[in-house]
């Protein structure tokens, strides 16, 4: 028993770092590759795809003995760490190298190619010390439930302490570092636990099955991509109700986890002492539906805040309910890996497979999902395919593996009807925040849902109820950003804006004769069409004039890219208003604005907001920098030539040389820990102190 606590504990260290590698690997090929849909995807996909080749790599070394596999197993961690500790500088050096050209499917195989053995070892790790742990009885299901789970709750925490606290604290490249040490202890504490282990392997014509061996495989896919499917339904529920700040993301994704943990603890359970095996499958997937059901029902108003004062209480009251549907999906897994082991001694066997299988149904649901199902069917319509997806996999279960009762496939059947009661109209409820005025309309793609909030003279655009654009309705001499004929003195003028905005600066931008080009980018093809769409006659004759040429791309990948092919502008404009949401702290990093600063002409400026954190950064790349008094927002220059500009300062910045945003160390995003510090609401305004220009007035 003390043995096996103490590789529970090990099992625990493990999932915790490797959730903490992903976590920081995501956010480092966010910088390299974008955060549009297909980054996404691709980056999500990587490393599943790992992890269902480790575990099915498992299958050709089952044969080797239980010494052999603790020895494979130590090599594995130790390979694993020293991979870790290079592993952003491998990261960066490798995509900046631009071999590939702009192709972002060659950046997919790049990184895939990088990635794909320490995450084939991550993959590999949990069927090994399955085989090392197996129980001496036939409490299969309690074994895997209890080391599973346990490896899923460090998974959870591991997301949860690397997104709320360890990047801020140590940075990207430290965060590596501390999970490499993780790696060397784990090697060691199993080499000491175990290092009187023996006994023989597996033969595969042992391992006997329940059943057809490809039925199980398919309900195994089809519970994995029904997994990502309600996982991707989850974040995008959580993003619109709580909005996009960074910390939504590791703390819903380690709440997720922990449901799972507990799932599987509780169903491996349930498979070893229920005797009617047969009950179970139709009782879960039942309950599984009911409760989203009752979840999707519930006005909106119960789980979603308006002011932050509600925040924390709704915040933790959201987590708690969903935490319910997601444990019972999980526990699905548990059971058809016991219901398809007939003896302890192939645990780590099957197990493998099955997680194999599993995987290939994440690969799919990571890829189409974000690609295609949100812009066709919705945030709802994919919540409903999951139900489905689990219901089809119980249904095979019942098929293939146990006794075909008709009773049990019926009470399937039902459960996947009560999808006919999903409310596909669920954000239809939404509030903007702050006001609690209802949401006019919205639009889902596949980054997001798109909130329109009209009012007499404007539409609020929110993506996820985040603030992005305004656009007016009646006529505007447009807002005058910068007098540009006083900061730019050659002509005509060749100008990059990432972030479209609202448009409402673009007229007098297009009627300016020393702008010859305007090249707009944007993330959001709906924030983008609905900027259109809501603008005055103005703003839709300037996105439709012949200088102007929109782009719909991550604005950070565009400018990389802008900068391999030699490109060259005269004005470059960041305007992202919120920099401290999700992935917007990317355009605001020293590496970027050293990439801005490579795509401009001599003599030539870059524009972006006058926030004291956005301002010392920039600062430290250009060699002059000026800002506006303090009742501006977007009047913060850099340049390296000095000028002369009224109404705006000259800075100094060589006083704050650490107070920096960098790729390594994303402190506009990363400032979770003064939330429990301070409280949110005083976290938020020390955050905005931040962003006060100490420009006096003039």
């Not at 949860?160 to 606290?165: D, S």
């Not at 932050?308 to 933790?316: G, W």
């Not at 673009?506 to 944007?522: A, D, F, S, Y």
């Not at 650490?658 to 429990?676: A, Q």
């Amino acid at each position: 028993m003390p043995t096996r606590l103490l590789l529970a504990g090990l099992f625990f260290l493990s999932g915790l770092s490797a959730l903490a590698y992903q976590v920081v690997w995501q956010r480092v090929l966010t910088q390299e590759i974008g955060v549009d849909s297909i980054s996404i995807a691709f980056i999500v996909a990587i490393f599943l795809l790992g992890i269902g080749a480790g575990s099915y790599s498992h299958r050709f070394i089952a044969h080797l003995s239980l010494r052999e596999k603790r020895n494979i197993y130590i090599v594995i961690e130790i390979a694993i760490g020293l991979f870790g500790i290079f592993s952003v500088h491998l990261l960066r050096a490798a995509n900046q190298a631009a071999f590939w050209g702009d192709s972002i499917g060659g950046q997919f195989v790049l990184n895939m190619l990088i990635l794909l053995a320490p995450t084939v070892f991550m993959g590999l790790t949990t069927p090994l010390i399955l085989d090392l742990v197996k129980a001496g009885d036939e409490n299969i299901g309690r074994t895997i439930g209890l080391f599973y789970g346990v490896n899923i709750l460090g998974a959870a925490i591991g997301a949860m302490i690397t997104g709320l606290a360890l990047i801020e604290l140590f940075g990207l490249r430290g965060v590596t570092m501390l999970c490499a040490g993780i790696n060397f202890v784990l090697a060691l504490g199993v080499g000491i636990t175990l290092r009187d282990m023996d006994g023989p392997g597996i033969l595969r014509p042992a391992v006997r099955l329940y059943g057809k061996q490809w039925g199980y495989l398919l309900a195994a896919v089809f519970f994995g991509f029904g997994a990502m499917a309600l996982q991707m339904a989850y974040y995008r529920t959580a993003y619109n109700h709580f909005q996009l700040y960074t910390f939504i993301f590791p703390f819903m994704l380690g709440v997720f986890l922990l449901a799972m943990a507990v799932g599987q603890f509780v169903f491996g359970q349930i498979a070893d002492r229920v005797t009617n095996r047969n009950l179970v499958p139709a009782v879960s997937i039942f309950i599984f539906s009911l409760v989203l059901l009752i979840i999707y029902r519930i006005p909106v108003d119960f789980i979603q805040p308006c002011q932050y004062e509600d925040y924390p209480r709704l915040f933790i009251r959201f987590a708690a309910i969903f935490m319910a549907p997601v444990a019972i999906a999980s526990g699905m897994f548990t059971l058809l890996t016991r219901y398809t082991t007939s003896q302890a001694a192939n645990a780590g066997y099957q197990f493998g497979l099955m997680m194999a299988a599993v995987s290939l149904g994440n690969v799919l649901g990571a890829l189409i999902g974000p690609l295609f199902l949100f812009a066709l069917i919705g945030t709802m319509g994919v919540l409903s395919l999951a139900v489905a997806l689990y219901a089809v996999g119980v249904f095979i279960m019942y098929i293939v593996l146990l006794q075909r009762k008709w009773s049990y496939m019926l009470a399937t059947m039902a459960a996947a009807l009560l999808i006919a009661f999903f409310p596909q109209n669920y954000f239809a409820q939404n509030k903007f925040f702050f006001s609690s005025q209802p949401v006019s309309y919205n639009i889902e793609d596949e980054l997001g849902i798109v909130s329109v909030f009209k009012q007499a003279d404007r539409a609020h655009i929110q993506m996820f109820r985040s603030p992005t654009a305004v656009a007016y309705a009646h006529e505007l001499a447009g807002f005058r950003m910068l007098p540009l004929n006083e900061l730019y003195q050659g002509g005509p003028a060749r100008m990059l804006i990432i972030g479209l905005g609202g448009a409402n600066y673009l007229p007098l931008l297009v009627k300016n004769p020393r702008i010859g080009e305007i090249v707009i980018v944007e993330l959001s093809p709906a924030v983008l069409h609905e900027s259109y769409k809501n603008g005055n006659r103005e703003v839709r004759a300037a996105m439709d004039a012949p200088k102007v040429r929109i782009v719909n791309a991550d604005g950070r990948r565009f400018v990389l890219q802008a900068l391999r092919n030699g490109e060259k502008y005269d004005i470059v404009q960041t305007g992202i208003f919120y920099p401290w949401t999700s992935g917007s702290g990317n355009l605001y990093t020293r590496e970027y604005v050293r990439a801005i600063r490579g795509l401009l002409n001599p003599g030539g400026i870059y524009v972006t907001l006058d926030l004291e954190l956005i301002a010392l950064t920039a600062g430290s790349v250009f060699k002059y920098a000026y800002s506006r008094p303090a009742d501006n927002y977007v009047y913060f220059v850099a340049a390296d030539q000095p000028r002369e500009i009224p109404g705006l300062c000259l800075r100094e910045f060589s006083g704050n040389p650490t107070l920096l945003n960098t790729d390594n160390h994303p402190i506009v995003e990363y400032w979770m820990l003064s939330i429990w510090r301070k409280g949110f609401m005083a976290a938020l305004e020390a955050q905005q102190r931040h962003y006060q220009s100490p420009c006096p007035e003039q």
